[in-house]
C-alpha cells in the first residue's frame, strides 16, 4: 500500500517544472470542455468564430508554457501572450486565456533581471493588440482596453508583492541562521574558555610547585600524577568540544552541572589550593541554572589558583526553589608568583551568561583583603 503521509514530501522533490505542469494541463481540459467553450476572456468584443484545428494550437501556446512559469519566467510569458493575442483576434475566446494573468504573476515573482524591459515589453505589446483589435472591428472603447490593462498591472504587481514577501522571509531566515551561528560559536568559544584556562591553570601551577618537591619524591611523584591526569581530562573535553564542531555528529554536548562541584573542588586541592566547599539543597540533574553555578564557581576558582595561590578558599553554594546563589571567595594571603596571567576574558562571559540567564553578577575585591564573586541564577533557567 502506498503510504499518503510521504505524498507532499515526494511532491516536493519533483522537478519544479513536473509540478508546474498540472495547472497548464488543468486550463487545457476547461478549455475543451463543451460548456465552457466560448466563456472565456473577451478582450474587444469580437464575435465568437467556431473553433477549428488552429484552436488546439492556441490553447496549447497559452497553457502548456506554464510548466516553465518559474524556472523560465521570460521564456513562458512571450508565449503565454502570443497565444492570448491569437485566441483573442481570431474570436475563440476560450477559457485558456486565463493563463495570462497566472503568468504575469508568476513572472514578477520570479524574474530577477529584466523586470523593467519585460514590463516596457508586455505593455507595448498590449497597445499593439488592442490597436489590432481595434482596427479589426472592436467596439471595445478606450474605457475597456484601460480597464483590462489596470487589471493585468495588478496581476503583475501582486506577483511583485509576492516577490518582495519572499525575499524578505529569505533574508529573514538568513538573519536567524546567521544568530544562530553566531550564538552557537560563542557558546562553543566560551566552552574551550572555560576548559582549557581551567585545566592549563591547574596544570601551571602543579608544574611550578613540581619544581621545589625535588627533595620529597613521595610529594613529586603525587605532584606530577596530578598534572598528568590533568592534562588527559584537558584533552579529553577538548576532543568532545571539537566532535560538537564536526557538521554530522552525533554526540550530546557535555555539561556539567552544580552537582558536579565535589570533582571540581577535588581537583583545585591537588593543585595546591585549600578550597573549602559549603552546599545547601540538592542540585537539579540539568539545567541551564546548573550549568552557569558550576561555571562561576569553575571560573572562580582558576582565578583564585592564578592570582591567590594557596590562600584559604571558601565556596558556598545554596540550591533554592526558585534561585541558585554561588558565592566564592578568598583571603588573599597567597602568592600569585605560579600565575599564567588573563586577559579578563573569564569574568566576562560570566556575566554575560548570568545576564541571558536573568540574573545577577558580581566580581570584586572584598575592604579586607581578597576577592569575592556572586552570582543569583534563577532556577530552572534555560541554557
Not at 128 to 152: I, Q
Not at 172 to 190: F, G, L, P, Q, V
Request: contains cysteine; neutral net charge; hydrophobic residues 45%.
Amino acid at each position: 500500500m502506498i503510504d499518503l503521509r510521504h505524498i507532499p514530501d515526494r511532491w516536493r522533490r519533483l522537478d519544479v517544472t513536473v509540478r508546474d505542469l498540472p495547472l497548464g494541463l488543468a486550463l487545457i481540459v476547461a478549455a475543451v470542455t463543451p460548456g465552457l467553450r466560448g466563456k472565456g476572456t473577451q478582450l474587444g468584443d469580437l464575435p465568437d468564430r467556431p473553433w477549428d484545428a488552429l484552436t488546439a494550437l492556441v490553447v496549447a501556446l497559452e497553457c502548456l508554457p506554464l510548466a516553465v512559469r518559474r524556472r523560465r519566467p521570460l521564456l513562458c510569458l512571450p508565449l503565454v501572450s502570443a497565444g492570448f493575442a491569437l485566441d483573442q483576434l481570431r474570436g475563440y475566446h476560450t477559457t485558456a486565456g486565463a493563463a495570462l494573468p497566472i503568468a504575469l504573476v508568476s513572472t514578477a515573482a520570479h524574474l530577477e533581471r529584466y523586470r523593467r524591459t519585460t514590463m516596457v515589453a508586455a505593455s507595448v505589446a498590449y497597445l499593439l493588440l488592442a490597436v489590432a483589435l481595434d482596427r479589426t472591428g472592436s467596439s471595445e472603447g478606450l474605457a475597456g482596453f484601460v480597464t483590462f490593462y489596470v487589471l493585468l498591472a495588478i496581476s503583475w504587481g501582486i506577483g511583485s508583492w509576492l516577490r518582495t514577501t519572499r525575499i524578505a522571509e529569505a533574508e529573514r531566515r538568513r538573519h536567524i541562521a546567521e544568530a544562530t551561528r553566531t550564538a552557537e560559536r560563542t557558546r562553543i568559544a566560551r566552552e574551550l574558555h572555560d576548559v582549557v584556562t581551567h585545566h592549563v591553570t591547574a596544570m601551571v601551577v602543579q608544574a611550578e610547585a613540581a619544581r621545589y618537591l625535588t627533595a620529597a619524591p613521595e610529594r613529586l611523584d603525587e605532584t606530577l600524577t596530578a598534572v598528568t591526569d590533568t592534562g588527559r581530562r584537558a584533552i579529553a573535553d577538548l576532543r568532545h568540544l571539537l566532535d560538537l564542531l564536526k557538521p554530522d555528529h552525533d554526540a550530546e554536548p557535555r555539561t556539567p552541572s552544580a552537582g558536579d562541584l565535589g570533582e571540581l573542588v577535588e581537583q583545585i586541592r591537588r593543585a595546591g589550593q585549600p578550597v573549602e566547599l559549603t552546599e545547601e539543597g540538592s542540585a537539579r540533574s540539568s539545567g541551564g541554572a546548573e550549568v552557569a553555578a558550576y561555571r562561576v564557581v569553575q571560573e572562580a576558582l582558576t582565578n583564585a589558583l592564578k592570582y591567590a595561590h594557596g590562600s584559604h578558599t571558601e565556596v558556598r553554594v545554596r540550591h533554592g526553589a526558585r534561585e541558585i546563589t554561588v558565592e566564592v571567595s578568598n583571603d588573599g594571603s597567597g602568592s600569585d608568583a605560579a600565575s599564567p596571567g588573563g586577559s579578563g576574558r573569564g569574568l566576562a562571559g560570566l556575566r554575560e551568561r548570568i545576564d541571558l540567564l536573568g540574573g545577577e553578577f558580581t566580581a570584586a575585591e572584598r575592604p579586607g583583603g581578597g576577592f569575592v564573586v556572586r552570582a543569583t541564577i534563577p532556577a530552572g533557567s534555560a541554557a
